[in-house]
């Protein structure tokens, strides 16, 4: 064989070995969910005589998916062509064969539902405002159903996160921090309070579920973890600095330090104020974290799986401060920090100004 021919040889080798691995990238890419962690739910529409691949491109671009190309392939393979028309409810952490599954049964969104938004880091009072509605009553006598301790009792005995602690004297609602951050879809109609607690409760237990055993491996509490994450929810920006949040709560309570989170200073105050002053922080009040060792007594908003995770998994560090860059002075991330001079310092050089401020007003550098 000459050489010419040896080189050309290797030279296809490469090609094919090259093409066989991106294929294979592209095909796991496309498989899974475009982002696991994602619950967000997405309406798309599917008009009649819609073919997949302009169904894949919608998708694609609605970040749904990540190689609509990959995905028209998929769809001839499994033969995923026969979808019927209609609105589909969608997320992110859905794999491209859960939604042709979908497509295909034409499980569309009942016309007659209704949809509410549940935030992440919000509150129980935000939560009564909005499905209120749902039961008839006001927000407030909503509130007043969901602190009945008769009631709360039989909830605490069919669901395994909810426990006695949510009945402790001191606790504001029982349960805050236990309605899953997410968007639910009710049916029109009347709903009774218990129907419309359970359903939300229900998605919950789906969400704590596959976590349940670092819940019974945790050195603190049920109710300790949701409280802690509550806290954690309220302090991050960013979904992936919270287990090394949750490491700084950690090391303070393991050094006698209060955790001093301002989040737990304005849920006792029942205040939403951006900035929060030393004469606040003095409130009595077994919620507020810069009198009261420890956690909180419980949770101050309804927190999130990943803030969950966090708390069930923190990073193991040494930092016992840290402070975010909220209004994006230096990178918009959380800064950690050993010793409260190092915590001073970065906060009097960059974010000083615009905290007072309450808005971004860096100084240039």
């Known amino acids: 064989m000459g050489k010419a021919v040896r ?72 033969d995923w062509s026969h979808i019927q028309a209609g609105e589909y409810e969608l997320t992110p952490s859905m794999t491209l064969e859960q939604m042709y599954q979908k497509f295909e ?17 919000y509150d129980l009072e935000y939560v009564a405002a909005n499905v209120s509605p749902l039961v008839s009553l006001t927000a407030e006598d909503l509130l007043t159903e969901w602190k009945n301790s008769e009631y709360i009792n039989q909830l605490i005995n069919d669901y395994w996160f909810l426990t006695e602690d949510i009945l402790k004297d001191g606790i504001k609602y029982p349960l805050e921090g236990y309605i899953y951050p997410i968007t639910y879809s009710f049916s029109k109609g009347a709903y009774t309070v218990d129907e419309l607690t359970r359903q939300m409760l229900d998605v919950t237990q789906k969400k704590l579920d596959p976590i349940r055993e670092l819940f019974e491996t945790s050195p603190l509490s049920v109710h300790e973890v949701m409280s802690l994450a509550s806290v954690v929810e309220g302090e991050t920006q960013n979904t992936e600095e919270m287990p090394m949040v949750a490491g700084v ?38 919620y507020n974290t810069y009198v009261t060792p420890g956690a909180p007594i419980g949770p101050v908003s309804n927190p999130s799986i990943d803030a969950v995770k966090a708390v069930l998994q923190p990073v193991s560090h040494s930092y016992l401060f840290f402070i975010a860059d909220m209004f994006g002075c230096v990178d918009g991330k959380t800064h950690f920090f050993e010793t409260y001079e190092e915590h001073m310092n970065f906060y009097r050089a960059y974010l000083l100004p615009s905290y007072e401020a309450g808005t971004n007003v860096c100084r240039q550098q």
């Open 105 to 121: 049964k034409g499980l569309v969104v009942e016309p007659d539902s209704v949809k509410v938004t549940i935030p992440e880091g």
């Open 249 to 286: 709560f950690f090391n303070r309570i393991n050094s006698g330090m209060y955790l001093q989170s301002d989040m737990t200073v304005l849920y006792a105050l029942d205040e939403h104020a951006v900035r929060v002053t030393e004469a606040m922080t003095r409130v009595q009040s077994p």
């Open 7 to 78: 080189v050309f040889t290797w030279g296809v080798c490469i090609v094919l070995v090259v093409v066989v691995l991106y294929g294979g990238y592209l095909y796991q890419a496309t498989v899974k969910p475009f982002n696991s962690q994602d619950n967000t739910v997405i309406n798309y529409t599917i008009e009649p005589g819609t073919t997949t691949k302009k169904v894949n491109r919608q998708l694609a671009a609605l970040g749904l998916i990540k190689h609509p190309k990959m995905a028209d392939l998929l769809v001839r393979l499994h």
